[in-house]
């Protein structure tokens, strides 16, 4: 697979300009449009730069995901710092609580509020942007790609946080991530298990597209994620059979914090909706899709 190839693959992947994937990678859109054309043959090293900003690295003859978790601990401070922003901007307009993220957008509309999203965003780039040293450098160096493609700059809109939890998704595919994963069978549903484990004292959360819904305790879904410490271990433990191609639940060994901050709901565990929205993002099929519509219906009151 050649340069020009691999470059507009990572375009048609992601759905980006030549400008926005100039500005990630730090080169200049004439650099982008000349490799596009072939009439550049690029350095190994800048050819990394562009993969590396996207989250794609080279498998066989095409591009993959990376894979790579740090870029959803990139995002989802970001996501999480703006639906709390906006669930307490909608409470203090609606005399309605507001019970989850989900009922922004309904509570904003009953109120016929819409708030104000420059003060929004400016109010999280100043509680939340601090020294980048505490961090890692995988944080950072995603941090610095947003950055330059504007999705964290003053002025940024709803579409660009859109475009940043996207990017972290694509990078962060769950079927690339190098973690131990277990799909088993559920025969009495998820929510089942779920309870099982919770009975149990199990330590383990629950993600993905289900995880990010208002009815998420009794929704339905094929192959949601659980979040364990040991996939092999819970699976032996519970006498959990392998699940058939797209069914069961989805065992992911833990890594990256997922189980620090869980939230309990009608006896199940659950990530917070920030965590689930990214997962869902870096799913297979049409999740990925469906989970990019629920995150506009959250912002949708901005």
Do not use: C
């Not at 507001?98 to 509309?109: H, K, N, R, Y």
């Not at 949601?224 to 699976?235: A, H, I, K, Q, T």
């Not at 199940?268 to 920030?274: C, E, K, L, T």
């Amino acid at each position: 697979m050649d340069a020009a190839a691999i470059v507009k693959r990572v375009r048609a992947l992601r759905g980006i300009t030549r400008k926005e994937l100039a500005e990630l990678a730090n080169l200049s859109p004439s650099t982008v449009g000349r490799i596009e054309r072939g009439e550049v043959d690029p350095t190994w090293g800048t050819l990394s730069r562009i993969l590396s900003a996207t989250g794609y690295q080279i498998s066989g003859g095409t591009i993959v995901s990376a894979g790579d978790i740090s870029a959803l601990a990139a995002a989802r401070p970001w996501i999480s710092a703006i639906l709390d922003a906006l669930e307490e901007s909608t409470r203090a307009y609606s005399p309605t609580l507001v019970s989850s993220t989900q009922e922004i957008a309904a509570a904003a509309a009953r109120s016929n509020v819409k708030l104000n999203w420059p003060e929004l965003w400016g109010s999280v780039l100043k509680n939340l942007t601090v020294s980048l040293s505490p961090f890692p450098n995988m944080t950072n160096e995603w941090w610095e790609h947003w950055q330059r493609a504007g999705w964290l700059k003053d002025g940024a809109d709803t579409d660009d946080l859109v475009a940043l939890a996207v990017s972290a998704g694509n990078a962060a595919k769950i079927s690339r991530r190098s973690g131990i994963q277990r799909a088993v069978d559920a025969p009495g549903g998820w929510q089942s298990l779920a309870r099982a484990l919770s009975d149990a004292d199990v330590n383990y959360a629950a993600s993905g597209l289900v995880a990010t819904r208002n009815d998420r305790s009794v929704a339905n879904a094929n192959l949601p994620v659980f979040y364990v410490e040991d996939p092999v271990d819970l699976g032996s433990r519970f006498s959990l059979s392998p699940a058939a191609l797209g069914r069961g639940v989805l065992l992911i060994e833990a890594s990256d914090g997922e189980l620090d901050d869980v939230e309990a709901e009608e006896g199940i565990w659950f990530v917070p909706r920030s965590q689930a929205i990214l997962d869902a993002l870096a799913g297979s099929g049409r999740e990925p899709d469906k989970a990019e519509n629920e995150l506009r219906k959250l912002l949708a009151a901005a």
